[in-house]
């Protein structure tokens, strides 16, 4: 794809990253297939009847186990209503961890686009690398827009 194109979806990404309501880190996720059609979305988040009270998403001891990252939930989103992510591509607001790693991987997922300088707090750098030797080693596009 052409950059403009990464540039409007990494955009689109960004905004849906602000429809999460956690406190310390928002994250978007846009899949889109080949012919740039957008194919599920997601944010991170508290699964589908969970309450996310501010209570829960400040205390990371309760957030982390219940958080759905936003991968995670584009997957779960187009799996809900049976739209296939193979060889789509997904843009991300930040790299993905090894969970949504592999979680992309299985999907089918072909590429993967982050935002150009994206900020890495030290404690994510070793899963970090984890996921992009992942993504190396099955094949999958990973690479910064």
Not at 8 to 13: G, H, M, N, S, V
Request: charged share 25%; net charge neutral; glycine share 6%.
């Amino acid at each position: 794809m052409s950059s403009k194109w990464d540039t409007r979806f990494l955009d689109l990404a960004k905004h849906i990253s602000g429809w999460s309501k956690d406190p310390s880190t928002k994250v978007g996720c846009i899949v889109v297939g080949p012919d740039r059609e957008i194919r599920s979305t997601g944010f991170n988040g508290f699964p589908r009847g969970i309450d996310d009270t501010i209570e829960r998403l400040e205390d990371r001891s309760q957030k982390y186990p219940m958080i759905c990252h936003a991968e995670e939930n584009a997957i779960m989103h187009a799996a809900r209503i049976g739209i296939s992510l193979k060889d789509c591509t997904a843009y991300v607001t930040w790299p993905p961890c090894s969970r949504c790693a592999r979680s992309l991987i299985q999907a089918g997922v072909s590429e993967i686009v982050v935002p150009v300088n994206s900020e890495i707090p030290e404690r994510w750098r070793d899963d970090f690398d984890i996921a992009t030797r992942m993504f190396n080693e099955s094949g999958v596009s990973y690479r910064s827009a």
